[in-house]
C-alpha cells in the first residue's frame, strides 16, 4: 500500500513540476506577429501564395505574401526592399520593383 501511495505522490509532484516549467517558459517568450515582405527565399514561416503549401515555400526574397513571425512591435521597423513602405507590413502586399 506505501509503495502506490509513494507512486501516486511521485507523480502529482511531477506533474506540477511540468506545469510551473511549462507556465514559465511560456511567459519568458515574446508575443510574436506575422510580418509579410520580410522573409528570404527558402525561409518563410507560411503563406508564399498560390502553389506553395506553407513554411519554407517562398521563392523570391522578401516575397509580399510570404511571412514570418517576429516580436510584437518589430515588423513595421525591418527592412524590406519590395514593400510600398520600405519596411515589413502586418498584411500581404504586392511588390514594389525597385
Known sequence: MNLSRSAFLAGVVATAMTGIVADASAQSRPAREKCYGISLAGYNDC???????????????????????VPTGTCTKTRSPTSPTGFGQLTAFREVRR
Do not use: H, I, M
Request: glycine share 18%; net charge negative; with cysteine.
Open 47 to 69: 503563406s508564399a501564395g498560390p502553389g506553395t503549401s506553407c513554411a519554407g515555400t517562398s521563392k523570391v526574397d522578401y516575397e509580399g505574401d510570404a511571412w514570418k513571425l
